[in-house]
């Protein structure tokens, strides 16, 4: 049981570079969540996904896409880096939102630099 | 102001001492509160939840929720090195009709002295 693992781990992009970060869970969680954590400003929301298929905004949407093709999988994508999207980003799933023994269940997280 | 608030510390405690952490927050419909924990460069850990206002106890660790005051609490007992790490606080409740939220505080950072 891998839980929730993300690919790359690190990666280094040019401002305008474009770039998909993967992740994957295997737990057959039906949400999944896009978080970028910054110094002083903790986990931001950038998309979720209730399930296959469906994608929503979060907090800080702007400049990422995602997608959600497979239940497993969640994709985040940057279609032209900015400095501004140097951060960690964690991806999370979790059985569904609003419960009361509602668990998320983070990645390792990916270190982006933009230069 | 911020929804959650969480002093950033960091926080430097001696080995076996009491620590407390804190947040207060400012919506009144969260109902869940949770604990997260995160190791450097690692993600954030479930450590503990609480539902509505109460007390929970779990091993050295005990979640406090007064919902009255807006104020959630974390302690942990005898303190040891392997706690250090930065916590975070969450919290979840249902905002409109169907619409559920789900924060988390910026965390604060715990070093334990050996």
Request: net charge positive; glycine share 10%.
């Amino acid at each position: 049981n891998a839980g929730v693992t993300q690919t790359p781990k690190f990666r280094v992009l040019k401002t305008g570079q474009s770039m998909t970060l993967l992740c994957a869970q295997d737990m057959n969680h039906e949400y999944m969540y896009w978080y970028r954590q910054d110094p002083g400003m903790g986990l931001r929301l950038i998309h979720y996904s209730v399930g296959e298929g469906t994608t929503a905004k979060g907090e800080v949407p702007d400049g990422y896409n995602v997608s959600r093709l497979k239940k497993q999988n969640f994709l985040l994508g940057l279609e032209s880096a900015a400095p501004s999207q140097t951060s960690v980003y964690f991806c999370a799933s979790s059985y569904s939102a609003g419960v009361s023994t509602d668990t998320q269940y983070f990645g390792p997280g990916t270190r982006l630099t933009v230069l | 102001q911020k929804e959650v608030e969480q002093d950033p510390g960091p926080l430097s405690v001696p080995e076996g001492a009491i620590v407390s952490l804190n947040c207060t927050y400012s919506n009144s419909a969260f109902q869940y509160f949770m604990w997260y924990r995160q190791y450097s460069r690692k993600g954030p850990e479930l450590l503990m939840y609480t539902y509505s206002s109460g007390n929970k106890e779990d091993g050295r660790f005990t979640a406090q929720v007064d919902k009255s005051s807006k104020y959630i609490s974390l302690f942990i007992r005898d303190s040891q090195p392997s706690d250090s790490a930065t916590y975070l606080c969450a919290m979840s409740g249902k905002i409109t009709s169907g619409t559920y939220k789900y924060i988390f505080g910026t965390g604060t950072r715990l070093k334990v002295l050996a």
